[in-house]
């Protein structure tokens, strides 16, 4: 257990939907980051969030969207789903800088 | 534009032999470097880390060699062994924001008995 939690594992829905993917980083850790891995791909930043606050955006499509909350978890809001969008995506947490994020296991998505 | 390349998605070694991964990034203002190790249905997990103003950093069994002038980086892993199939990413950072890590597309390494 790395100490970052994602929630769902598994995430199948159908196009034109909406999902929220949940991250509750590592103990004390206040930067959030979200990551999405496809097939075959690298993983691309998408946004980072810092004590509540975003503070580096990546390739995000407009469709998606993210927020930290006060207790710092963070949620990924992806809508308009759309066949391209299934892949892994990851969250990482860290105290602060890129001194070795944690990641979490990841949800993976499929959009049918 | 992918500015962290790593040109060989996979790699098979025997156990017991040298692991060499490599790693090409394109932006000049990157000055620190990771290696992320990812098993199938886990996050990556750090492996080992360098900062510009060294060329080389040494964890157990794990090295990492940066040339700045080539802006190149590879990780060596001596014996190799099986648990130490993965795949393995490179990661880089620096410049305007400093926290944000840029990964590679991974190397798939096989370790046979």
């Known amino acids: 257990d790395s100490g970052v939690t994602q929630t769902p594992k598994h995430l199948i829905t159908a196009t034109g939907q909406r999902v929220t993917l949940r991250c509750s980083p590592r103990?004390?850790?206040?930067?959030v980051y979200w990551y999405q891995q496809s097939l075959d791909q690298g993983l691309q930043f998408l946004i980072q969030?810092?004590?509540?606050?975003?503070?580096a955006k990546g390739n995000i499509l407009e469709r998606f969207s993210a927020q930290q909350f006060p207790d710092l978890h963070s949620e990924l809001n992806l809508s308009s789903l759309e066949l391209g969008d299934s892949a892994l995506y990851f969250c990482?947490?860290?105290?602060?800088?890129?001194?070795?994020?944690?990641f979490g296991s990841g949800t993976r998505l499929t959009v049918v | 534009d992918q500015q962290v390349k790593q040109n060989s998605p996979s790699l098979s070694v025997q156990e017991g032999r040298i692991s060499i991964l490599n790693c090409d990034y394109t932006?000049?203002?990157?000055?620190?470097f990771l290696w992320y190790k990812k098993y199938p249905a886990e996050g990556p997990t750090f492996l080992i880390s360098?900062?510009?103003?060294?060329d080389k950093n040494e964890d157990g069994r794990f090295t990492v060699f940066l040339n700045k002038s080539a802006k190149h980086l590879s990780l060596h892993i001596v014996p190799s062994q099986p648990g130490d199939s993965a795949v393995y990413f490179c990661?880089?950072?620096?410049?305007?924001?400093?926290?944000?890590?840029?990964f590679g597309t991974g190397t798939r390494l096989q370790v046979f008995p």
């Open positions: 969030y810092y004590n509540g606050e975003e503070r």
């Open positions: 932006n000049s203002m990157f000055d620190y």
């Open positions: 990661a880089a950072s620096g410049g305007v924001n400093t926290d944000k890590l840029i």
């Open positions: 360098i900062s510009s103003i060294k």
């Open positions: 103990s004390g850790d206040l930067s």
């Open positions: 990482a947490s860290s105290v602060v800088g890129s001194e070795g994020y944690t």
